[in-house]
């Protein structure tokens, strides 16, 4: 039977060495992390009362894609400071928008409670901070409908007007 530990000492040949370094190099970097352009994003932000600019605590984030794909809304829960963040967001435009009970829904870029808040657009690998949704009080109104007795009215439409005021510049009319 042939001994095998003389097998073992056997000098390998200066080509064999440098085939076996260039392959050990090779495999090597191979296994190194090679950004491919498309890093996931991370944005944070808070949720405000409009009014006050309390942070609102408990309030429901969703982060959807404005276009494609429609399934693909993330949703956050602000903490005590009113604080949310999403991780792993791939790069596109997409529309932020907060709600929670007793506030009217409110959106990223919007400023007054009538209108359209703006897309947070995003690039692989960024890291967007200090995004910040203001959320407007919502408002209750309550009484009752009398007749010209004092008696309850049953089955009447109730009609709620609201007035808008807008203010002419010299020379112009309202």
């Not at 491919?36 to 605590?57: F, I, M, S, W, Y």
């Not at 967001?89 to 400023?111: I, N, P, W």
């Not at 409670?113 to 200090?130: C, F, P, R, T, Y």
Request: glycine share 10%; with cysteine.
């Amino acid at each position: 039977m042939p001994d095998r530990r003389a097998d073992s000492n056997r000098v390998v040949s200066p080509s064999c060495r440098y085939l076996l370094c260039f392959a050990v190099a090779f495999i090597a970097a191979a296994q190194q992390t090679i950004p491919d352009g498309n890093q996931a994003a991370l944005l944070e932000g808070t949720v405000v009362n409009a009014l006050t600019k309390e942070p609102v605590r408990k309030a429901q984030v969703a982060l959807e894609l404005s276009e494609g794909a429609h399934n693909s809304e993330m949703v956050a829960t602000t903490d005590e400071t009113g604080h949310f963040r999403f991780a792993d967001v791939k790069a596109g435009r997409y529309e932020l928008k907060a709600e929670k009970s007793g506030f009217l829904d409110g959106s990223y870029g919007q400023t007054k409670a009538d209108e359209e808040g703006s897309l947070v657009k995003v690039g692989n690998g960024d890291h967007v901070q200090d995004l910040k949704i203001l959320l407007f009080p919502g408002g209750v109104i309550s009484g009752r409908v009398l007749d010209a007795d004092g008696d309850p009215v049953s089955g009447d439409e109730i009609v709620l007007w609201t007035r808008s005021r807008k203010l002419a510049k010299y020379g112009e009319r309202a």
